[in-house]
């Protein structure tokens, strides 16, 4: 039975303290909660994986910071927002279906690999965890879940899955047959290879146990007990490796390797077989074997001392001549590197030949007498210190060794002893250097590749070694006419030689010379030319010395030419000159024929002097040098040229001197002049122009610059000679006075004319300059030394008055018109005249009454007896009778000649009065005294 009544103090304060327990009890609970709240909440958005939660409708309401992180996303943005939003679109559909079956069974679901969107648009693959939290009620509260990133692991394993089949790809794909068994034997792996290799029937390859294949294997060995004991041992110790090769009845042969598979701890899984067919390499070794062997005997038999070495440097062969060279067996040497090959030859370790032919090294290379290197080859001559006490020379020839891939295998040399015949190459070597001849070899190209000094000497260089560098092509640098040299080529590949060619050379200096050659070509045992070999000789100054002699040989013919022409003309002039002489004296000839004989008398005279100048020009004997005007010489030259040049030319004369004398043959004067304007007139070859002669005195002191061409300070006489022509190049200027140098054409010039002009000068103690400018004309100024006159020269005139007498005269001359002429003048003048055109006549005439004559007139040159036989006759007779020879022609006798001879005078044709009774009356007054 419940009693009711007002609840007492006690049951109120008991009430109150319960109370307060449940609320102490609900604040712990509360701040339990909280407390468990704040670690889950930080284990939530400390979480390495995305925690998220959506609700019915599969919007995010909840997703922890790790999105930030994982993502590139704020959390705070993608509340409220579709799932799907970053969710591959090929990947929704699983993803919607997962969230499906966690609603459907509300049991924890596993979602598959899918793809999420980063933020900076690359694809990550994910997979989730779900479960579906409902209420009392049944209905869904809402989807929590993770997201884990694995998209590493993905790439990891799909690259495991990669290297998995790449590695049976190999296996498969190898040419070795590979074959794995278990730590029991049984076969796991055999790929085809391997099966083919056996030719292992179906049968034996369904079976996974390896007894059956290895019976099948070992009975198509030639040696299957030794086979199956070398497998059973190795099964009995499956930590060994073995390498062996297998012989099969068929020839066959396999390569076989094995090890063991162990694991990490150490462990035996088994062992690993491969077997790879080297029947061919086999074959080839055995065939390289029986190759090498024929080599080493064809080694072992070249004369020549031959070793080779690999690619290593050590050495593989080592022939019995280098044994007998070096005294060090095969034995001893093969197998060697490290340079031990040098040891015998050098006595130190050093790279040689058949070294540097794979590895050049030009300050070692250096150190050879000489080397040529061509394709893969290495020759040199070398001093060999260590080698018969240091008194050898050895040639060797270094080759590259090559594979069929062209890869360098090694090197082979040949060394050669040379010792005596570089003895001997030493000894002609010297005759060589030192032969006056010069003497060379050239290749067909016309490179020069060896040369002695004198040839280099020939050609103006310094030395052999400056002839080889420079001169590449002989025919344009040597030959002043290149098509020469390919002639001489011809003609030596036609007959073998050509013996004592003159060549016109070049030499360096651009000055040409004359040489003889005498050639011939050296070719291969197969015909072809190696090179040609020649002899040089200078023959410059003999090729002068036989200019010289041709031009006196030309200048004799035209002496005597011009002797012969002078002989007849000045007869003919004497005719033309007396008559007239006469004619002038004749009583009542009027004033106008008076001016016309004084006109005939004058060109007579003239044609004269025109031939006295002409025989002074054709003499070239008279070399001796006596003072002389050279003023009178400069006329006589103006005269003959005017006579010999176009009137289009004109010549202008301007002597500015009288004190002229100088020291010179009159001869070689007028060479120089004539050279001068000579060529002066050929430079004005349009045929117009103004050709200038001067003559002045000049002084020279310390300062002038002809000092520099070796004249001392004094007085000069200076010879000017000018033209208005098309001048001279600056390129040839400086060589215009060597010989042979002309820029005329063939057949208008020798080369020799300004040559003779400087010789003859220099001669003379002076010296010629030239100035001259293209297209403006050339001056020429010669100095030569003025000579102090030791007497006052007097020019006295002539006198006008022409004296006669009584006497009788003896006139022999073979010239009718002459006699005549010379009779009727000496009979004008009071003389008593006996003519005659027949020297024996005169003689017998004088011989029948020497007493009769008091004087004899006789020509030179007569038929049957000349004057001079005529003289000696009549002084035989008569030794006190004065005789004066008048000749047309002085070469056969000068003035000097005919006075010893016994003439009392000297006359030369064309007679002329005035000359003649002077020498009359002279004779005659000083046989009187």
């Not at 990891?156 to 190898?174: D, G, M, N, P």
């Not at 034996?204 to 059956?212: L, P, S, T, V």
């Not at 190459?425 to 010069?438: H, L, Q, R, S």
Request: hydrophobic fraction near 40%.
């Amino acid at each position: 039975m419940t009693v009711t009544g007002k609840p007492t103090y006690k049951d109120l304060e008991h009430k109150i303290r319960m109370l307060e327990e449940e609320a102490i009890q609900n604040r712990q609970a509360l701040q339990q909660m909280q407390e468990d709240e704040a670690k889950y909440r930080l284990l939530v958005e400390n979480s390495y994986d995305i925690i998220w939660a959506l609700n019915a409708d599969l919007l995010l309401t909840y997703i922890s910071p790790s999105l930030k992180r994982m993502l590139g996303y704020e959390s705070s943005r993608m509340i409220g927002k579709p799932f799907r939003n970053i969710v591959h679109p090929d990947d929704v559909a699983i993803c919607e279906y997962y969230l499906r079956q966690a609603i459907q069974t509300g049991e924890y679901i596993t979602c598959p690999e899918y793809r999420v969107r980063h933020a900076d648009g690359a694809w990550q693959w994910h997979v989730s965890g779900v479960k579906a939290v409902f209420a009392d009620d049944g209905s869904l509260t809402y989807l929590i879940g993770f997201s884990r990133d694995v998209t590493e692991r993905k790439l990891a394993r799909e690259e495991l899955i990669w290297k998995t089949a790449f590695l049976e790809a190999q296996v498969e794909a190898t040419l070795d047959g590979i074959l794995v068994v278990d730590s029991e034997g049984r076969r796991i792996l055999a790929n085809q290879h391997i099966l083919d290799i056996w030719k292992v029937p179906q049968h034996i390859r369904e079976e996974e146990d390896d007894k059956a294949l290895l019976q099948y294997v070992a009975s198509l060995t030639r040696y299957p007990e030794q086979f199956l004991e070398k497998v059973k041992y190795l099964y009995g110790h499956p930590n060994e490796t073995s390498r062996d090769e297998i012989e099969f009845k068929d020839g066959t042969v396999l390569d076989r390797y094995t090890s063991s598979v162990l694991g990490k701890e150490g462990k035996n899984y088994g062992r690993i077989w491969t077997f790879r067919d080297i029947t061919d390499r086999k074959r080839a070794e055995d065939a390289l074997q029986e190759s090498q062997q024929q080599l080493s005997n064809i080694i072992n038999f070249l004369p020549d001392a031959t070793f080779v070495i690999d690619h290593k440097g050590s050495v593989i062969a080592w022939n019995h001549a280098i044994e007998e060279m070096t005294g060090i067996k095969a034995a001893d040497m093969l197998g060697r590197g490290n340079y031990e090959y040098s040891l015998p030859f050098y006595g130190i370790r050093k790279p040689i030949l058949i070294d540097l032919v794979m590895m050049p090294q030009k300050e070692i290379e250096a150190g050879y007498v000489s080397t040529l290197r061509g394709d893969n080859v290495l020759e040199g001559e070398a001093y060999i210190p260590a080698l018969r006490g240091g008194e050898a020379y050895l040639y060797g020839r270094a080759s590259i060794l090559r594979d069929s891939q062209g890869n360098i295998v090694g090197a082979i040399e040949s060394i050669r002893d040379i010792t005596d015949r570089r003895r001997v190459e030493e000894k002609y070597k010297t005759i060589f250097d030192n032969a006056v001849m010069g003497i060379y070899q050239a290749t067909a190209a016309g490179r020069i590749i060896s040369a002695n000094q004198a040839f280099a000497h020939i050609l103006g260089y310094v030395s052999p070694e400056e002839v080889m560098e420079k001169v590449v092509d002989m025919a344009q640098q040597v030959y002043v006419q290149p098509e020469q040299r390919n002639e001489l080529m011809r003609e030596m590949n036609e007959h073998g030689a050509v013996y004592d060619r003159e060549i016109n050379i070049i030499r360096k200096d651009g000055n040409q010379a004359w040489v003889t050659v005498n050639m011939r070509t050296v070719r291969d045992s197969g015909a072809q030319v190696l090179y040609y070999e020649g002899a040089i000789q200078d023959i410059t100054e003999r090729k002068l010395l036989e200019l010289q002699l041709r031009q006196a040989q030309k200048m004799e013919a035209i002496g005597t030419l011009a002797g012969g022409i002078a002989h007849d003309f000045n007869n003919i002039l004497s005719a033309v000159i007396g008559y007239a002489e006469m004619a002038r004296q004749e009583p009542g000839i009027n004033e106008r024929l008076q001016r016309y004989l004084a006109q005939i008398y004058k060109a007579g005279i003239r044609a004269g002097e025109l031939i006295r100048q002409i025989l002074t020009f054709s003499r070239q004997t008279d070399e001796k040098l006596y003072p002389l005007k050279i003023g009178t010489i400069v006329k006589e030259v103006i005269k003959l040229l005017r006579a010999s040049i176009p009137a289009t030319i004109e010549i202008r004369q301007r002597i500015e001197c009288t004190a002229d004398t100088i020291l010179a043959n009159p001869t070689q004067i007028h060479q120089v002049l004539m050279n001068l304007c000579t060529n002066a007139v050929h430079a004005m070859d349009t045929g117009k122009g103004i050709l200038q002669i001067g003559l002045a005195s000049v002084s020279l002191n310390p300062d002038d610059v002809m000092i520099r061409q070796g004249l001392i300070p004094g007085m000069y006489v200076r010879l000017k000679v000018s033209d208005t022509g098309h001048g001279i190049a600056p390129v040839i200027r400086d060589k215009i006075f060597d010989p042979f140098f002309t820029n005329k054409k063939p057949g208008e010039g020798t080369g020799m004319g300004l040559s003779v002009v400087h010789g003859i000068v220099k001669k003379c103690g002076g010296a010629i300059t030239v100035d001259s400018e293209e297209g403006k004309g050339t001056e020429f100024n010669v100095y030569f030394p003025h000579l102090t006159e030791t007497r006052e020269e007097q020019q006295e005139e002539e006198t006008a008055c022409i004296v006669g007498g009584k006497e009788t005269i003896l006139v022999v001359d073979d010239e009718e018109v002459l006699v005549d002429i010379e009779t009727k003048m000496l009979t004008g003048l009071g003389y008593r005249v006996l003519g005659m055109t027949k020297s024996r006549e005169a003689l017998d005439l004088f011989r029948a009454r020497p007493d009769r004559f008091d004087l004899v007139i006789t020509d030179m040159t007569m038929p049957k007896m000349t004057g001079f036989e005529l003289v000696r006759e009549i002084r035989h007779i008569r030794p006190d009778v004065p005789v004066i020879l008048c000749t047309g022609f002085s070469e056969l006798v000068t003035k000097e000649q005919a006075m010893s001879l016994g003439f009392r005078d000297y006359i030369m044709k064309p007679i002329v009065l005035s000359q003649l009774a002077a020498a009359i009356r002279h004779a005659l007054d000083e046989k009187q005294q």
